[in-house]
């Protein structure tokens, strides 16, 4: 699902929970991404308009716009449609989307999912 993601890559986090935006920034920036952060769906836009961004993981529900609005903006625009977009939910479920379709994972899973597709070097 994330073969195409560069290595160093560079991971959104749009979250209106700032305590879950922290925990993933820091197991991602010790995982060795870069990591911007994000907390509503107008601001999520904004970096992907505004940055590089190689893969985003949205909230479901924030403010301003949805993660599942951001998510369907992104894919709607040529220059943004390739970006990976992983939904999620609190911390205890994580959606990634693919393909139109829904598949449950653990955070710990996204987390060894980010080690093993997605190069920090």
Do not use: C, W
């Amino acid at each position: 699902m994330f073969n195409s993601i560069p290595a160093k890559a560079t991971i959104l986090i749009a979250d209106d929970d700032e305590i879950n935006r922290e925990l993933l920034s820091e197991i991602l920036t010790y995982e060795g991404y870069t990591v911007i952060l994000a907390a509503d769906g107008e601001e999520a836009l904004d970096a992907i308009h505004h940055k590089s961004i190689d893969l985003a993981i949205l909230d479901v529900l924030m403010p301003k716009k949805t993660g599942s609005d951001v998510y369907r903006i992104v894919k709607s625009q040529q220059e943004t449609r390739f970006i990976p977009v992983v939904l999620v939910t609190g911390l205890s479920r994580v959606y990634a989307r693919h393909r139109e379709a829904h598949r449950p994972i653990s955070a710990v899973l996204l987390a060894h999912r980010f080690r093993s597709r997605v190069p920090t070097s």
